[in-house]
């Protein structure tokens, strides 16, 4: 409740918060022009386009179960490599967010031609993996189509959250 915008004020507010407590773990302290912005995963290709790398199916590798998610914050540092990466959330199994971290550790990024300063952002994405063709278990003879929205929604968090 509360007059119109609190929320989005508060909001605002844990966003700046997160920004400065990322840049403090990120180690050594940055100089002002290498400030971390904090973006929607969405918002990320505008500013850095990824070159290499595994895909979210070379990461599913042999995972036991056929679909799963992990909804993860990580960093795109300057140099292209990313950081501070923390699984928030995973389904059905913690192998998920270990298939996750990994991948993401070989990503590297190049900046777009809107980001010529290397702008370093911190954002919070999720993962949907499904093996084509999957389908999920009933317990009978009958195999149900898996529901990709519903998988998304055990790993869903606030688009940039704080801590965890």
């Known amino acids: 409740g509360g007059r119109p915008g609190n929320r989005e004020n508060t909001m ?10 990322m840049a403090l773990a990120s180690g ?18 505008k ?6 790398g595994a895909s979210v199916g070379e990461a599913l590798g042999r995972m036991k179960y056929r679909a799963g998610c ?14 501070s990466i923390k699984v928030l959330r995973s389904w059905p199994d913690s192998g998920f ?12 990024f190049e900046p777009t031609a809107a980001n010529r ?3 370093p952002v911190y954002t919070v994405e999720l993962f949907l993996m499904t093996i084509p063709g999957a389908e999920m278990d009933t317990g009978s003879r009958i195999k149900k189509k898996i529901d990709p929205d519903a998988i998304a929604g055990y790993c869903a968090v606030e688009s940039i959250q704080c801590g965890g």
């Open 12 to 21: 605002r507010a844990c966003i700046a918060f997160c920004v400065i407590l």
């Open 28 to 45: 050594p302290a940055r100089a002002a022009e290498d400030e971390i912005l904090a973006i929607n995963a969405v918002d990320l290709p």
């Open 47 to 52: 500013l850095w386009t990824k070159t290499s």
């Open 70 to 83: 992990a909804a993860v914050s990580y960093i795109v540092e300057s140099t292209g490599v990313m950081s």
């Open 97 to 108: 967010g270990i298939a996750t971290e990994n991948m993401l550790k070989a990503w590297r």
């Open 117 to 119: 300063a290397r702008q």
